[in-house]
């Protein structure tokens, strides 16, 4: 059974800085682990993502401030956020997809992300 756990969300002033992170287990090798966030009456919205075998995605509206990395060996990914905007704000979510199969997927509670001006 796979299971995700956030960590590292938290209150900041614009133009600061976050690491969120997210321990994964149960997860298969061949995988993508990636970071969605979902604004107050807003719906879950793409943030980042990276494969297993190092390949990554951003959306537009991060780009060129926020990294995703991962560590394979501790099954741990990593959102660093930069540069921090009100409309950051959102609940951040850690996804596990198999790469072979979509269907095998899997979201972390969620963890709080408030950017303050």
């Known amino acids: 059974q796979v299971q995700l756990v956030e960590s590292g969300g938290g209150s900041v002033q614009a133009g600061g800085s976050l690491r969120l992170s997210c321990a994964a287990s149960g997860i298969s090798s061949r995988n993508v682990m990636g970071w969605y966030r979902q604004a107050p009456g807003k719906t879950r919205e793409f943030v980042a993502d990276m494969s297993s075998s190092g390949a990554t995605n951003y959306a537009d509206s991060v780009k060129g401030r926020f990294t995703i990395t991962r560590d394979n060996a501790k099954n741990m990914v990593y959102l660093e956020m930069s540069d921090l905007k009100s409309e950051d704000t959102a609940i951040y979510y850690c996804?596990?997809?198999?790469?072979?199969?979509?269907?095998?997927?899997?979201w972390g509670q969620g963890t709080q992300v408030t950017v303050t001006s």
């Open positions: 996804n596990y997809r198999h790469m072979y199969s979509s269907s095998i997927n899997a």
